[in-house]
């Protein structure tokens, strides 16, 4: 097990679509393990494979209740209700960024045995599945910022980049 990098914006692997799983082998359990390691080291509630270079349909979260691991998550049902909050991503780095979101989801996907689960969450954990979804699609919470913010985080990371 290891600890992976963490791709920060604006690398361009965070803006591609991630490709689907086929099977859930040793080379993606592995992946997961060291996913978790890396979100668990950096002090993340949630991670996906993009973050870490790989262009794989795979997250893991813990918001403390436990390891999630899921290849291919699909929406099945989002509440109707939304809420927004402040969320910050590994991958962004200084920036809280207010985002609305379904307060409720349904996903299904491929857990570590290859085997389909089901998982009906709301409010924080709602809040990271949509979160990590949003990066297997290439969208990051920039994306929620406005434009004349987004800039200005641009130039910033810009200038770190430089120094
Ligand atoms: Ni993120």
Redesign the pocket.
Known sequence: MGTMQIRKYPDSILRQECQAVAEIMDKEIRLFEDMLTTMRSSQGI???AP?VGINKRIIVIDIGEGPIKIANPEIIKLGKAKESMGEG????PDAIVDVSRPSEVIIKGLNEKNRPVEIKAKGLLARVIL??LD?LNGK??VDYMSFLRKIDYRLKTRNKLHM
């Open positions: 949630g991670l996906a973050q991503c590994l991958s962004v979160h990590e990066h990051l919470i």
